[in-house]
């Protein structure tokens, strides 16, 4: 309980800093803006003191006290601006047609897909039985960490993954809240203010509830035309459209072998890649914030921005590196459309904002991102994302590969960035739909020709800021397409093609969803867990296989030789050493004694996957360690204590 009050402390500090700030902004807006910055307030002002306390509860609970002080200052210094009374100038039904689907679709895939407990056993989703892992073994493992955090899947190694989105459910699990109620909270929490400040910002750029609408639905049931090859199955075989549902990964927006990579952002995205739907909850504010300044050259607006800029690349680096591009293509579009004589004065707040949040990443990036990006050597030029076959062609046409991953929307993304002057002079909406249209493509184009990750398919994480960003301008265009064939025969024939084309395949990807249903943790391996997590010191070391699945890792949040290479290598790490180290030690324990003093092993895992992954000498454990724990196929040993090792609680 007192993890969920920790919660809601900093919602509300946020919520008070918020409605200071921006006294003239809707009550709507100042809330979701409030709420927005509690989460940001949640993981940042606990990681700081945590350099000098560790990441202990009093970090956290200091860093309570801290946003109550932001939020205190912020109503003293404001309390005489007078504050707007509205809620909001959208019909109220806009958003609660919107926003109440998607929380409800988020919170029971957040619900179902993050440690649903069932006969003792622990089950996920399809989307989460990859992702989750890693995401549970940050934030267990940051419990009592000194900073900065090292990985517990290769101990040493710097966490340079963005670990922020996590650090927040530490918080609440050093205050005595259960592992799978902080994710769920603050995951469904996310879901909705990511899916209102979507709204909020298509309201602000179109004031069309009609092109609000479209942009909604285009954003979260997006999907492409994956759906004409599963159908195409399906007149072979009737059989393959149940496969769509009970198959593992059989939707019509991810099937590599067909090229289909447009993944869906609630399944494939805002789930399972907790990162990316922190990233998102930040980015949002941020483009409201640089639509609503820009054209005002609201300088207070763009510090504010520059602040909340430069607290986003361990928030989610793809997002803060998105939020740049977009912004200098919009600062481009601003200064080239001002006249000659004011084009000094539109450049000096974009400026302010850029000097700002470099001074405040610039320390978080030359201390995570930098190393594994760049040191580690994943920056390399690659064309066309995902669809280059790394023999210098293309799987796909270039066209045909963008029109059928993203659909018909795609074929509309420049004429509805250009559409739209009248008398000769841009309205002040085309004029931000540009600016944002300019900032897009900026991205498309620097993902296009730039592979920033070990892994290429991260990208989309580049294109779909770009896809955030013109949907509004879309949204717009078609509703003006609309109008103007009015009186045509078959409008609403072409429209409902469109939308089908648009969203079947989502549609078919939520469904699957939904009812996807996979064990993570056996029951035995739960236990195992638990026994680990309350029986063994904090800073035990343990040996166990690679595998993703490890429950030592994950749940109990201790460090292990060396984690899975389908994480660790994807972040640019080299863990060939520890990876050789750990099968020497479980298959030649008695010439491992050096390695075990090492690696400070004090604990050895033994399962299933231990045994079926290598030529294990589990004799040798049994005869010279003690049997802490044994339950079903499972088995923990506790190592003799030499030197290093200690295993004393």
Request: include cysteine.
């Given at each position: 309980m007192a993890g969920v009050l920790l919660l809601i402390g900093f919602l509300a500090c946020g919520v008070a800093v918020a409605d200071g700030l921006l006294p003239g902004?809707?009550?709507?807006?100042?809330?979701?803006?409030?709420?927005?910055?509690?989460?940001?307030?949640?993981?940042?002002?606990?990681?700081?003191?945590?350099?000098?306390?560790?990441?202990?509860?009093?970090?956290?609970?200091?860093?309570?006290?801290?946003?109550a002080l932001m939020a205190g200052a912020a109503q003293f210094f404001t309390r005489k601006a007078p504050r707007r009374r509205s809620w909001t100038d959208m019909p109220p039904w806009?958003?609660?047609?919107?926003?109440?689907?998607?929380?409800?679709?988020?919170?029971?895939?957040?619900?179902?897909?993050?440690?649903?407990?069932?006969?003792?056993a622990l089950y996920v989703g399809q989307s989460t039985f990859g992702d989750l892992c890693l995401h549970l073994g940050i934030a267990t493992s940051l419990r009592g960490a000194a900073y900065p955090p090292t990985y517990s899947l290769l101990p040493g190694a710097l966490l340079g993954y963005p670990f922020l989105g996590d650090s927040m459910v530490t918080s609440m699990l050093l205050l005595g809240c259960n592992l799978r109620l902080a994710f769920v909270l603050t995951g469904t929490l996310m879901m909705i203010l990511v899916g209102l400040g979507f709204v909020i910002l298509c309201w602000e750029l179109t004031r069309s509830p009609a092109a609000t609408v479209l942009a909604f639905v285009l954003l979260f049931l997006n999907g492409g035309l994956g759906f004409l090859y599963a159908l195409d199955g399906v007149g072979r075989d009737p059989s393959a459209?149940?496969?769509?549902?009970?198959?593992?990964?059989?939707?019509?927006?991810?099937?590599?072998?067909?090229?289909?990579?447009?993944?869906?952002?609630?399944?494939?995205?805002?789930?399972?890649?907790?990162?990316?739907?922190?990233?998102?909850?930040?980015?949002?504010?941020?483009?409201?914030?640089?639509?609503?300044?820009?054209?005002?050259?609201?300088?207070?607006?763009?510090?504010?921005?520059?602040?909340?800029?430069?607290?986003?690349?361990?928030?989610?680096?793809?997002?803060?590196?998105?939020?740049?591009?977009?912004?200098?293509?919009?600062?481009?579009?601003c200064v080239w459309q001002a006249p000659r004589s004011e084009r000094l004065a539109a450049f000096l707040p974009f400026a302010l904002y850029g000097g700002i949040a470099v001074l405040l990443a610039l320390p978080q990036l030359l201390t995570w991102s930098v190393p594994q990006t760049v040191k580690g050597g994943a920056l390399h030029f690659r064309f066309n994302w995902v669809n280059n076959n790394g023999h210098g062609g293309l799987i796909d046409g270039y066209c045909w590969f963008w029109i059928k991953n993203v659909g018909p929307i795609w074929l509309m993304m420049v004429p509805a960035a250009l559409c739209g002057r009248r008398n000769g002079a841009l309205s002040d909406r085309q004029y931000r739909f540009r600016m944002l249209g300019l900032g897009a493509l900026v991205v498309y184009v620097v993902a296009?020709?730039?592979?920033?990750?070990?892994?290429?398919?991260?990208?989309?994480?580049?294109?779909?800021?770009?896809?955030?960003?013109?949907?509004?301008?879309?949204?717009?265009?078609?509703?003006?397409?609309?109008?103007?064939?009015?009186?045509?025969?078959?409008?609403?024939?072409?429209?409902?093609?469109?939308?089908?084309?648009?969203?079947?395949?989502?549609?078919?990807?939520?469904?699957?969803?939904?009812v996807s249903n996979y064990q993570l943790f056996t029951e035995a391996e739960v236990q195992a867990a638990d026994f680990v997590e309350k029986e063994t010191p904090a800073d035990a070391v343990f040996l166990t296989g690679v595998q993703h699945k490890n429950p030592v890792a994950a749940l109990a949040g201790r460090s292990i030789v060396c984690g899975t290479p389908s994480y660790l290598y994807f972040h640019g790490i080299d863990y060939s050493e520890q990876y050789m180290a750990a099968k020497q030690m479980l298959e030649l324990?008695?010439?491992?004694?050096?390695?075990?003093?090492?690696?400070?092993?004090?604990?050895?895992?033994?399962?299933?996957?231990?045994?079926?992954?290598?030529?294990l000498n589990e004799a040798w454990f049994a005869e010279?360690?003690?049997?802490?724990?044994?339950?079903?196929?499972?088995?923990?040993?506790?190592?003799?204590?030499?030197?290093?090792?200690?295993?004393?609680?």
């Open positions: 902004r809707q009550r709507l807006t100042r809330l979701w803006l409030g709420l927005c910055a509690g989460l940001m307030l949640m993981m940042w002002l606990p990681t700081l003191f945590a350099f000098f306390l560790r990441f202990t509860a009093a970090a956290s609970l200091l860093g309570l006290g801290a946003a806009l958003p609660m047609a919107l926003v109440i689907p998607l929380a409800l679709l988020g919170g029971a895939l957040q619900y179902t897909h993050i440690l649903r407990p069932e006969n003792g459209f149940r496969e769509i549902f009970t198959g593992f990964y059989k939707t019509p927006t991810n099937q590599p072998d067909l090229n289909l990579r447009w993944v869906n952002v609630v399944c494939d995205m805002m789930v399972p890649q907790r990162t990316l739907l922190t990233g998102w909850m930040a980015l949002m504010p941020a483009l409201w914030l640089l639509v609503t300044a820009a054209k005002a050259r609201d300088r207070r607006l763009f510090v504010l921005l520059g602040v909340w800029a430069g607290a986003m690349p361990m928030v989610h680096t793809h997002s803060f590196l998105a939020l740049g591009l977009i912004s200098a293509g919009a600062m481009a579009f296009e020709l730039i592979q920033f990750q070990p892994n290429e398919y991260d990208n989309n994480k580049l294109f779909y800021a770009a896809y955030i960003a013109m949907l509004p301008a879309v949204g717009w265009y078609l509703v003006t397409l609309w109008n103007r064939l009015k009186g045509v025969r078959g409008r609403a024939v072409l429209a409902a093609a469109f939308l089908l084309a648009s969203t079947l395949s989502g549609a078919l990807t939520v469904g699957r969803e939904v324990p008695e010439d491992s004694a050096e390695l075990f003093e090492a690696y400070g092993v004090s604990y050895a895992y033994i399962s299933g996957y231990e045994r079926n992954d290598y030529d010279n360690c003690e049997l802490a724990f044994a339950v079903g196929d499972v088995c923990v040993y506790k190592l003799p204590a030499v030197h290093g090792n200690s295993t004393e609680n």
